[in-house]
Nanobody, 123 residues
């Protein structure tokens, strides 16, 4: 298991950018694929982006494709989510998660979760 701590959330105007970070502690971060999910008020948690542990393959939800970029720095045990051209619909709590699967969009594949960081996009 890894422990995950997100940071970088905040309030931003529509069209702006934010970069979220997720620092991992524990063993073998490099062997986990990593994902970002988000949960808006009153809605289910949804997949945003994922990155594999082996090849760095990435996968994105259609709603964020071309605007968000997921990356990882295995030397720092950290995964990032660069969010550009933010929209009010991006307002949510963003969660980082770790999975033993190669790469996955499914919540059930992820066994470790951070506490979340709030992103609020104002119009």
């Amino acid at each position: 298991q890894v422990q995950l701590v997100e940071s970088g959330g905040g309030l931003v105007q529509a069209g702006g950018s934010l970069r979220l970070s997720c620092a991992a502690s524990g063993r073998a971060f490099i062997t986990y694929s990593m994902g970002w999910f988000r949960q808006a008020a009153g809605q289910e948690r949804e997949f945003v982006a994922a990155i594999s542990w082996r090849s760095g393959t990435t996968n994105y939800a259609d709603s964020v494709k071309s605007r968000f970029t997921i990356s990882r720095d295995n030397a720092k045990s950290t995964v990032y989510l660069q969010m550009n051209s933010l929209q009010t619909d991006d307002t949510a709590v963003y969660y980082c998660a770790a999975s033993r699967a190669a790469i996955s969009q499914s919540r059930i594949s992820y066994t470790s979760w951070g506490q979340g960081t709030q992103v609020t996009v104002s119009s």
